[in-house]
């Protein structure tokens, strides 16, 4: 079955979807938590005293010989995101509930197709507007069609290209100029 | 950029709005946007709600007296399923001629079934209202009306019949070599290029070398982390003896694909964030590209390690373990000059020279 994105795991829980059927899962900060913490707590005094006179030497020679199983706690944490099931099982609703839902989505496929059709007719207009404003420029400007042949001069645009100050994406509120060079930290002079 | 001295040939042109053109009718019918600049003020906007709610409407008695609804469920030919009833997709997918088939994914039941766009990205925006109409300017290419290209050869050419063989052989390939092109078409109004998906792939050459699997999975998260998508692991395809790497053996590659919300996301932080704090970065090379429209460059650990969402959460990485990609942008142009058009619409730069 597809792996479906993390996006859809926060949605889930959003949505308060449990994911799978076993007990509920341990939150993300409890597991880093206890992650980081399982190896860098001091021992107390007993444990130390315990830890100076071991029972078994195992440990002990493996981290002399430098083989013992050191892992970054990091790539354990790493590890734990990145094999956690996180699948979500599919929407089941009751009758209404579903049609609901199923009505709601109809609507909202038909509103983006609406919107897809529009900007697609806006083009053809502007497109339709080009055809007839060259139309006129070549047969009517009694220049000799010159205006017109100047105007299908293509030197440059796949050379150049657009200048990098063309491509700025839009914000809701833009502000005259990009940026502002005056600004200080608020705490410096 | 095209005129350059309009001056005198507009003021001969201007008066000739007066007199009548080939097409009349339809220059003169035509909806220009400037003929519709509404200053609308925001009581314009609050008159189109409606002021009375549909909740306190009155219910005729006649209406509520005749709802009833176990009567008419009860007179229903064909019972409906029972309310907690719902349609599950199938697991597993058991072939065409099974009758348990699943419902396509843009159905709600579907399990591949993603919501969705709940957010309209700054990348998509600016390309739909500024960049496309402007490339479709840019690329115009007037024909007079009735026009009609002189028909091409064929791509596939014929063999000479100077031989018996060569009855029935497949047809010979394109001079100058056997690549068949991609045809590109005039752009129109239809087919302005636009990004497609983007593919993010990173070969993680100490996978195999170390004899451990966390610098692949630091790859994975990393990749997962910036682009939001679930990562594919791929095993290598060849040998690489001094990394020590066997072919089919170890896996050594991560690659995400990215679609719709989550590749405008990506590509907006990619435009946006990143690549203007790349230190001493002159652009993409000109001469990239694959000649059908899909352009990749390549990242390092450095500027990989500047997306936000690894730099915010930095500490958690191992700072060695930080993967470089290869980011390939595909896009629906047919050529590469079509495509560099578009990205460099879109704010990447573009160096060197220019190789279509």
Known sequence: ?189 | MAAREPSRYLARALPRTSVPSIRPQGFLSRRNVSDEAPARRLSDHLTELESASSLSTTVPESAAASFDPLARAAARKNQLPRGRYQFRSPKYNRGPLHPHQPPPPSHPSSRLFVPGPFSAPRAEQTFDSTVSPDIMTLCYVHTPPGFKPPPKSARLREWDDSSPYHKNRVLRGPRGGDVLRLLRKPIKFNNIPEIERITIHSYVKNAAAERNSSWLHVAGIAVQAISNVRVETFKSKSNVAPWGIAAGRDSVAVKAELYGENMHHFFGKLVDVVLPRIKDWEGVKGSSGDSSGNITFGLIPENVALFPELEINYDMYPPKMIPGCHITLHTTAKTDKDARLLLSAMGIPFYGKIVN
């Open chain 1, 1 to 189: 079955m597809k792996s479906l994105s993390p996006a859809l795991a926060s949605l889930a829980n959003v949505f308060k979807i449990p994911m799978s059927m076993a007990p509920v899962r341990p939150s993300i900060a409890r597991t880093c938590h206890e992650t980081l913490n399982r190896q860098t707590q001091q021992p107390g005094p007993v444990t130390a005293a315990l830890q100076s006179a071991p029972f078994s030497t195992t440990n002990a020679m493996a981290a002399r010989k430098g083989k013992g199983p050191v892992v970054d706690k990091r790539i354990t944490l790493i590890r734990y995101f990145l094999h956690h099931p996180l699948t979500p099982r599919p929407l089941r609703f009751s009758r209404n509930r579903y049609l609901r839902h199923w009505t709601i989505h109809r609507a909202w496929q038909l509103f983006r197709a609406q919107q897809r059709r529009k900007h697609e007719l806006e083009l053809m207009r502007q497109y339709q507007s080009m055809q007839e404003a060259c139309e006129e420029l070549r047969t009517g400007a009694g220049d000799g069609g010159k205006l017109f042949r100047v105007s299908m001069n293509k030197k440059g645009i796949f050379t150049d290209m657009f200048p990098i100050e063309y491509a700025r994406m839009q914000t809701d509120s833009p502000p005259s100029d990009g940026w502002n060079y005056d600004w200080k930290k608020p705490g410096q002079k």
